[in-house]
Nanobody
Framework: QAQLEESGGGLVQAGGSLRLSCAPSGRIVRTDVAGWFRQAPGKERESVAAITWIGGDTIYADSVKGRFTISKNTAKNTVYLQMINLKPEDTAVYYC???????????????WGQGTQVTVSF
């Protein structure tokens, strides 16, 4: 059962923008880090970005640097992924995750959402 819920996915043309949101859908243990991952059809899951809840430190995968921005609203317990200049290769299911280690490695994340589809057309 997913403990996080993503929203904001959809269909957009290349060069367009989308903002994804992620909030807890159930009770989860307090975590220190939130991250975004994605998985395209036929491909392995890959990391996108991560952020710490307290300091707001961020890290990004090289493929999205300069185009994606991860942010948080502590009061709303929500994490965002702002995506600009989207490319067809960004098409994937995007997953939100929460964990205790500041890392882009999926193994460090204990809580996951069910994902939201992002499709970028030519």
């Amino acid at each position: 059962q997913a403990q996080l819920e993503e929203s904001g996915g959809g269909l957009v043309q290349a060069g367009g923008s989308l903002r994804l949101s992620c909030a807890p859908s159930g009770r989860i243990v307090r975590t220190d880090v939130a991250g975004w991952f994605r998985q395209a059809p036929g491909k392995e899951r890959e990391s996108v970005a991560a952020i710490t809840w307290i300091g707001g430190d961020t890290i990004y995968a090289d493929s999205v640097k300069g185009r994606f921005t991860i942010s948080k609203n502590t009061a709303k317990n929500t994490v965002y992924l702002q995506m600009i200049n989207l490319k067809p290769e960004d098409t994937a299911v995007y997953y939100c995750a929460a964990g205790g280690t500041f890392s882009l490695k999926a193994d460090y994340y204990a809580y996951w959402g069910q994902g939201t589809q992002v499709t970028v057309s030519f």
